[in-house]
């Protein structure tokens, strides 16, 4: 039998036809509509082209949205239009089959966990550089959600603070100060797409990338740090070395080993992977 894994993103889904770990039928299509009819019928066409006729038996779904404590889908930041229950209704309406969704990040981790650097290492981090910043954490040879179900989305932790004054413009009266909060996601990657990718804006990139990994090493010191989502065509060895550069001038406390910093051995398609292999993590949503 025969699994089938899907991965939707801020701006691209994917869909894969999978046999033990095996990508067997693969497409990647591009989307720019954010509603929600839009997204189903792409994800259709998308499961259509992979499945052809073979017998599946489930079917993963990769959504990047947080899920909570009782492993529902409940937000979802980059992509307003998506309903996931709704479209996990509609999948498992046409196919006839289980359908499971989790977090895409935490999906693509389990190809990891299984196939990737899971064999080296039982603790480790996956952290998602695509639009938005995914994570997952790898705790015990497990996915660690945390008791809230959505540990480790790194992407909305705060790095900048900046204090500015208020003006009359501004519709203050008091002239005192407004705060404003950064996420990690926000002045690494959006930044990063948004810029002409000189040198300078790669540097930059690399730097602000290493400020979240510092703070990751410092909250869990895992022994790797597995990187995949759609800048993985970006690291090579030297933006890695720019990275850990950059870390290490970070650096508080004096002599703290730093993980390895490695790439998603499936890169950008660890998303569909794992999403293949939802239906054996019982926490998964079912439909």
């Known amino acids: 039998m025969y699994t089938i894994g899907i991965d939707i993103g801020a701006s691209k889904i994917a869909a894969a036809l999978v046999r033990n770990g095996r990508i067997l039928r693969f497409r990647k299509t591009e989307f720019k509509a954010r509603g929600g009819h839009a997204i189903k019928q792409t994800v259709l066409r998308a499961l259509d082209s992979v499945c052809g006729n073979a017998r599946i038996s489930s079917i993963g779904i990769g959504v990047p949205c947080i899920f909570t404590a009782a492993g529902r889908p409940s937000f979802c930041p980059n992509i307003r239009g998506l309903n996931p229950l709704e479209l996990s209704r509609a999948i498992a309406k046409q196919y006839r089959v289980r359908v499971f969704m989790e977090n895409d990040a935490k999906a693509a981790a389990m190809a990891e966990l299984k196939y990737g650097a899971g064999r080296k290492s039982k603790n480790f981090v996956f952290v998602a550089l695509g639009t938005g910043i995914g994570g997952a954490i790898i705790a015990d040879g497990k996915i660690y959600k945390g008791g809230l179900g959505w ?7 705060i790095i900048k603070i900046q204090n500015s004054k ?11 100060k407004i705060q404003e909060y950064s996420e990690w996601e926000r002045v690494s990657t959006k930044r990063f797409l948004r810029s002409k990718k000189t040198p300078k804006d790669v540097n930059e990139f690399a730097k602000t990338i290493a400020l979240g990994f510092v703070n990751i090493t410092y909250a869990l010191a895992p022994e790797y740090i597995v990187i995949g989502g759609g800048f993985l065509s970006l690291w090579d060895s030297q933006f890695n070395r720019k990275v850990l ?3 290490r001038r970070m650096s508080i406390l004096p002599g703290p080993s730093f993980p390895k910093i490695i790439r998603s051995k499936f890169g950008e398609r660890a998303g569909v992977v794992g999403a293949s292999l939802l239906m054996y993590d019982r926490r998964s949503t079912k439909k």
């Not at 208020?166 to 005192?176: F, L, M, N, R, T």
């Open 151 to 157: 540990a480790g989305e790194f992407g909305h932790t």
């Open 166 to 176: 208020s003006s009359a413009k501004s519709g203050s009266a008091s002239g005192g």
């Open 245 to 247: 550069s950059a870390m």
